[in-house]
């Protein structure tokens, strides 16, 4: 069975990522957009650099046009965002971009984008695997056959329009007069072109490290988290850098690395980049989040007199709602974000160059202005506890707090308790949420407190509760 998760279709390659389950995807694309009689404009693909992301993405086209539906192809890979910006810009019905994102390199997938550039929603993938199961065979016109008669157009400098836009949005004399030097770790993906193109149009100094095309990754996650981007901060230490950058395969999650070697999580980011938008640059809007993501978007916004609004996981939630109340901006702690006024998608190239800006604008260094933000309103430390779990384990889990909605008894008292995705309790300062990744076989568990002691003691209490 085909299934689309939060983050779109993943599988490991050569088990359920072939070429006939590819198509069959792609089948299920076509037979969508005849019943929603939109295949009278083109498709357009795009590819990370995994293993066989660009034959999948060829494998895709010629089941595309086979079914009617002419393709614009990329000559080199392309971050997801450029993809979403593309079928915004261009009004198209639909885009596809083949990435497994920040999973292990034994993965691959492919997200759908839809109408405007956002993440197809969950009656849409719904629907297509619904068509993926009621098809017995897929037509396929080879995929040079179909060049040679103009069903597959490639498009020349894709980049142009998505940096040019970017650019349009930042304070472009700010970084030029500031001059940063900055260290980015590609990890080997696809966000490595856009961003170089524009910190040397803004006169920043960049560096770049993992910039070959590697299929294993360095042999680690190709995920900016703490873990992964230890090197990155020992090299902008010694380098005297100002900041690190990291992003992960597909150019849609973000990692920074602070001069002094401290790494700067998606919550702080998202919290540093919505307090600059509104102090600094003087925007007016509430912020989306998730609800694994940090509540102190929510004392910020109040702040300003506005509101933090709380979506289930799923980014399409968050641009969804970030378009609903015109909020400011929207991001999950796993780190994607979007600002109002770029795509409805993650995008790590704009939200790594508006980092930079603020960094400029501001004078202040990260782990000077989060200083800031933690004594006007208080410290948030969140952790996170995943676990990968069987179908007898997820079977139990889901019936005691889903079904059966049975609790442990914490230290703390219980504010109250929120079903909307997953499970989460929510405490006078702090909550602990247990729910399965959309992308991955693992039960993810997040807490929060004003400790890190406080919040992992929220862990280990629901996890003695579930599997003691």
Same mark, same amino acid.
């Given at each position: 069975?085909?299934?689309?998760?939060?983050?779109?279709?993943?599988?490991?390659?050569?088990?359920?990522?072939?070429?006939?389950?590819?198509?069959?995807?792609?089948?299920?694309?076509?037979?969508?957009?005849?019943?929603?009689?939109?295949?009278?404009?083109?498709?357009?693909?795009?590819?990370?650099?995994?293993?066989?992301?660009?034959?999948?993405?060829?494998?895709?086209?010629?089941?595309?046009?086979?079914?009617?539906?002419?393709?614009?192809?990329?000559?080199?890979?392309?971050?997801?965002?450029?993809?979403?910006?593309?079928?915004?810009?261009?009004?198209?019905?639909?885009?596809?971009?083949?990435?497994?994102?920040?999973?292990?390199?034994?993965?691959?997938?492919?997200?759908?984008?839809?109408?405007?550039?956002?993440?197809?929603?969950?009656?849409?993938?719904?629907?297509?695997?619904?068509?993926?199961?009621?098809?017995?065979?897929?037509?396929?016109?080879?995929?040079?056959?179909?060049?040679?008669?103009?069903?597959?157009?490639?498009?020349?400098?894709?980049?142009?329009?998505?940096?040019?836009?970017?650019?349009?949005?930042?304070?472009?004399?700010?970084?030029?007069?500031?001059?940063?030097?900055?260290?980015?770790?590609?990890?080997?993906?696809?966000?490595?072109?856009?961003?170089?193109?524009?910190?040397?149009?803004?006169?920043?100094?960049?560096?770049?490290?993992?910039?070959?095309?590697?299929?294993?990754?360095?042999?680690?996650?190709?995920?900016?988290?703490?873990?992964?981007?230890?090197?990155?901060?020992?090299?902008?230490?010694?380098?005297?850098?100002?900041?690190?950058?990291?992003?992960?395969?597909?150019?849609?999650?973000?990692?920074?690395?602070?001069?002094?070697?401290?790494?700067?999580?998606?919550?702080?980011?998202?919290?540093?980049?919505?307090?600059?938008?509104?102090?600094?640059?003087?925007?007016?809007?509430?912020?989306?989040?998730?609800?694994?993501?940090?509540?102190?978007?929510?004392?910020?916004?109040?702040?300003?007199?506005?509101?933090?609004?709380?979506?289930?996981?799923?980014?399409?939630?968050?641009?969804?709602?970030?378009?609903?109340?015109?909020?400011?901006?929207?991001?999950?702690?796993?780190?994607?974000?979007?600002?109002?006024?770029?795509?409805?998608?993650?995008?790590?190239?704009?939200?790594?160059?508006?980092?930079?800006?603020?960094?400029?604008?501001?004078?202040?260094?990260?782990?000077?202005?989060?200083?800031?933000?933690?004594?006007?309103?208080?410290?948030?430390?969140?952790?996170?506890?995943?676990?990968?779990?069987?179908?007898?384990?997820?079977?139990?889990?889901?019936?005691?707090?889903?079904?059966?909605?049975? *609790?442990?008894? $914490? @230290?703390?008292?219980?504010? /109250? &308790?929120?079903? #909307? %995705?997953?499970?989460?309790?929510?405490?006078?300062?702090?909550?602990?949420?247990?729910?399965?990744?959309?992308?991955?076989?693992? *039960?993810?568990? $997040? @807490?929060?407190?004003?400790? /890190? &002691?406080?919040? #992992? %003691?929220?862990?280990?209490?629901?996890?003695?509760?579930?599997?003691?």
């Amino acid at each position: 069975m085909i299934k689309f998760g939060t983050g779109g279709w993943r599988a490991i390659i050569g088990d359920d990522f072939t070429r006939e389950n590819v198509q069959l995807v792609a089948a299920g694309i076509v037979k969508y957009a005849k019943e929603q009689n939109k295949t009278d404009k083109p498709v357009i693909i795009g590819y990370d650099r995994r293993f066989l992301s660009e034959s999948a993405a060829k494998w895709i086209a010629e089941a595309l046009v086979a079914g009617g539906i002419d393709v614009w192809f990329l000559n080199r890979s392309a971050p997801t965002p450029l993809i979403m910006h593309t079928v915004k810009d261009s009004e198209l019905y639909f885009g596809v971009e083949v990435t497994a994102s920040h999973n292990p390199a034994r993965y691959n997938g492919i997200k759908v984008i839809v109408d405007e550039g956002r993440d197809a929603s969950q009656e849409v993938t719904g629907r297509i695997e619904q068509l993926i199961a009621e098809t017995q065979n897929v037509e396929t016109i080879d995929f040079d056959t179909a060049v040679a008669e103009g069903k597959i157009l490639y498009l020349r400098n894709p980049f142009n329009k998505f940096l040019d836009d970017i650019l349009d949005l930042l304070d472009t004399d700010a970084l030029r007069d500031r001059g940063l030097r900055v260290l980015f770790d590609t990890m080997h993906g696809s966000g490595a072109y856009p961003l170089q193109v524009i910190f040397h149009t803004t006169r920043c100094t960049v560096d770049t490290i993992n910039l070959n095309k590697d299929a294993y990754f360095g042999g680690i996650m190709p995920a900016p988290t703490e873990q992964t981007l230890s090197p990155l901060s020992d090299m902008v230490v010694k380098g005297n850098y100002d900041l690190g950058i990291a992003m992960d395969g597909d150019g849609d999650r973000l990692g920074i690395i602070d001069k002094d070697g401290t790494y700067i999580n998606a919550n702080q980011i998202l919290c540093m980049l919505y307090y600059y938008l509104v102090k600094y640059k003087g925007w007016k809007g509430g912020v989306v989040r998730n609800l694994a993501t940090t509540h102190m978007l929510d004392k910020i916004a109040e702040s300003f007199g506005e509101k933090c609004y709380e979506v289930p996981v799923g980014f399409k939630y968050i641009s969804s709602k970030l378009d609903e109340v015109d909020a400011v901006l929207g991001g999950e702690s796993s780190g994607g974000l979007t600002v109002r006024g770029h795509i409805h998608g993650k995008d790590s190239v704009y939200a790594a160059s508006l980092f930079a800006e603020m960094v400029s604008v501001t004078g202040q260094s990260p782990s000077q202005m989060l200083a800031q933000l933690n004594k006007e309103f208080g410290d948030f430390v969140m952790v996170e506890d995943d676990m990968r779990f069987d179908p007898e384990m997820k079977n139990a889990v889901e019936k005691t707090l889903l079904e059966d909605k049975r *609790l442990p008894e $914490f @230290a703390d008292e219980i504010v /109250k &308790v929120s079903y #909307k %995705d997953g499970c989460k309790v929510y405490f006078e300062d702090g909550f602990v949420i247990c729910r399965f990744s959309g992308t991955e076989p693992l *039960l993810r568990i $997040f @807490a929060e407190s004003t400790s /890190k &002691v406080r919040a #992992k %003691d929220y862990i280990n209490t629901i996890k003695k509760f579930l599997f003691a």
